[in-house]
């Protein structure tokens, strides 16, 4: 992938530190967007990912600016229980709940569980060793102890951060799992706003049988439309506040368009670089060139993504046109005279 020269111009010689915790699979197509163009750290506990991570990075041009870091992340540190069961990927520091977990996942991927003793450190201390004082942007996807990582880089830290991605369970299939509302505390106190949430369902099986309701009861396939799942977990994104931002200076404004843009709020940027600019943050030919870099920015990904979106578009039209509800009455007969 080729470097989003717009994203580069748009921060300019604003510097920009993101990291990445549980990234086994490598950059995300959005965070694509930071890729030689920020400082990267990628934190991954599980030594066996990272020849994926290294050949994910190879393959999408990241050259630059990133580190992977073969840590495991708790709050405090020191040595905690992981709980793995045979799909390794959803292992978690924190105790299922079997009870609840045979409810709504498979019985193939829950048992057996192993538990293992690993080391543990806080994400703060790991951030120290390598000097970095501040974080502008952090995704996170650490199966459930997401606010205890956040919690641990220090309040300096918390309190700097531009945006912020993560996963938040919806259910108590784990214990201790924070809910939704101890993350939203967490995010208020430090500055930030709730922008997106995009939930994830999962339906009821019995005693850990996948799709037993939905073929052994309805009689109808996995995953139908018309059976109900329950919210499970949600990602939430989080931006800081627009003001705090214009309070912090042109540097701060910077970084917030360009959070903005790399989540899609494009038209958020656009409106921030005016704002700083009414508050005389930045002038008249700094806010024009923001504008003109988010405006590029956007065209470069509409260029992109236009044509799946059309071809979408036309599918679910002709669907529409040929499927017939089959408790509808039969639609009237023309006459011709």
């Known amino acids: 992938m080729a470097i989003n020269e717009h994203a580069r111009a748009l921060l300019g010689p604003t510097p920009v530190v993101a990291v990445d915790c549980g990234a086994a699979r ?23 990912a990272r020849p994926g991570i290294e050949l994910a990075l190879r393959r999408d041009g990241v050259t630059s600016k990133v580190e992977i870091l073969q840590e495991a992340l708790s709050g405090k540190g020191g040595p905690r229980t992981l709980y793995v069961p045979p799909a390794r990927s959803s292992a978690s520091l924190l105790q299922p709940r079997m009870e609840v977990a045979l409810e709504y996942g498979d019985r193939a991927n829950l048992v057996p569980m192993r538990e293992v003793t690993i080391e543990t450190r806080p994400l703060g201390a790991i951030l120290d060793e390598r000097s970095v004082a501040a974080v502008d942007m952090i995704k996170l996807d650490v199966q459930g102890v997401e606010l205890e990582v956040l919690e641990s880089m220090g309040a300096q830290r918390s309190a700097g951060l531009f945006s912020v991605e993560l996963e ?24 930030l706003e709730l922008f997106d949430l995009v939930p994830k369902h999962t339906h009821l099986n019995r005693d850990g049988a996948p799709n037993y309701y939905h073929r052994e009861v309805f009689g109808t396939y996995p995953n139908a439309p018309t059976i109900a799942g329950r919210l499970w977990e949600v990602d939430a994104t989080y931006f800081r506040r627009s003001d705090l931002a214009i309070q912090g200076g042109a540097d701060d404004v910077r970084k917030l368009c360009f959070a903005y ?25 700094e806010e024009s060139r923001l504008q003109r870099e988010v405006i590029a920015w956007h065209r470069r990904l509409h260029r992109r993504v236009a044509p799946a ?25 023309r006459m011709d005279y």
């Open 26 to 48: 490598g950059l995300l197509p959005h965070w694509l967007n930071l890729a030689n163009v920020a400082q990267l750290y990628l934190v991954e506990p599980d030594p066996e």
């Open 168 to 191: 938040v369970g919806m259910h108590d299939a784990v214990v201790g799992q924070p809910p939704l509302a101890a993350v939203q505390s967490f995010m208020e106190a430090n500055g």
């Open 261 to 285: 843009c790399v989540y899609g709020f494009f038209a958020h940027a656009h409106r921030l670089a005016e704002r700083a600019r009414a508050a005389s943050v930045i002038d008249r030919g």
């Open 309 to 333: 979106n059309v071809l979408g578009r036309v599918v679910r039209k002709l669907s529409e046109k040929t499927t017939v509800d089959a408790n509808a009455p039969p639609a009237a007969t």
